[in-house]
């Protein structure tokens, strides 16, 4: 694994960490990198793919958002968070014409490196998206897609207190008990993951909650083409579920819609994208 680094010797990130400007097109790093760079590029597109690089996605969940913001720009300064970019192609779709600063956020250097090859005016920032090395009630705008999968009660904790009052997140989840997802998960199967019953327990105030979920867990499998670096995966079982574990982050539903669209191992899933806002 390459050892993070700082590539134009900032030290530890200071996008808004300090109450700074983000620097763009730097790599900037707080955390170790973890394993899931080690799976190419070119695998990650064959294998597994994302709505990421559909311009229907796009147009239909993160432009509004853009627009919106961007709307704001000429008279404040304006960042957008992408968390757990990866390679960044939900990041190509928005081009160059818009005023705002956009932060990429990922554990992994190695995607990173990739991405700003390809997007030289994104600020980069290697950071577990658990803890954002952003200040609270910083940032005007998020977006994940595909990536709250491995953290999905912390991650949201995370953007929660770094969105500004009223921001807006556009986040999706992929149900498990969706018969059109049934194929993607006998897909992983074939690689050697196993999909089991798990428990994740959310501490809300001085209440545990629970819920059953699914883990895909690939850290067994023959570890052809890197696959275990993909680690073990959280999915919930019910859109009840999503909405509750959303609730208890304290995000507000604005919208809750469907998405449809084609991978290497599914021609059939349907992925449910919410728009939230901090109240
Ligand atoms: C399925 S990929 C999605 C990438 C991109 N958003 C897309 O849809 O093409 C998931 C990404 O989340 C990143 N990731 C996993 N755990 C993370 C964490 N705790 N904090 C930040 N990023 C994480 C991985 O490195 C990977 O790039």
Known sequence: MAEPVDAHGLGPCTARCAGS?????????????????????????????????????????????IKEVDAKSSSTE????????????????????TG????????????????QKRLPNVSFVTSDAENLPMSD???????????????????????????????????????????TNRAFYDYCEKFGALVADSRLTIQNGNEKVDFDIKVVD????????????????IYFKTEQD??????????????????????PGNERNETDVYILQKP
């Open 100 to 115: 705002i600063n956009i932060i990429g956020v990922d554990i992994s250097n190695e995607v990173l490196r990739s991405a």
């Open 137 to 179: 009630d910083s940032i005007d705008c998020a977006i994940a897609v595909n990536a709250v999968i491995y953290k999905p009660d912390k991650i949201l904790s995370s953007a929660f207190r770094v969105l500004k009052p009223h921001a807006k997140f556009a986040v999706n989840f992929r149900v498990f008990e969706k018969e």
């Open 78 to 97: 304006i960042i957008l968070l992408d968390i757990g970019c990866g390679y960044g192609y939900e990041l190509d779709l928005i081009g160059d014409s």
């Open 218 to 233: 690939y850290t067994q499998c023959p570890n052809e083409n890197n696959i275990r670096s993909l680690g073990r995966q």
């Open 242 to 263: 999503v909405e509750k574990l959303i609730s208890l982050t304290g995000f507000r539903i604005l919208k809750h819609d469907t998405f449809q669209y084609a991978s």
């Open 21 to 65: 400007t983000p620097v763009l097109g730097t790599i900037m790093t707080n955390a170790a990198s973890p394993d899931y760079g080690k799976i190419t590029e070119e695998q990650y597109v064959s294998k597994f793919n994302s709505p990421s690089q559909s311009k229907e996605y796009f147009s239909r969940f993160h432009e509004p958002l």
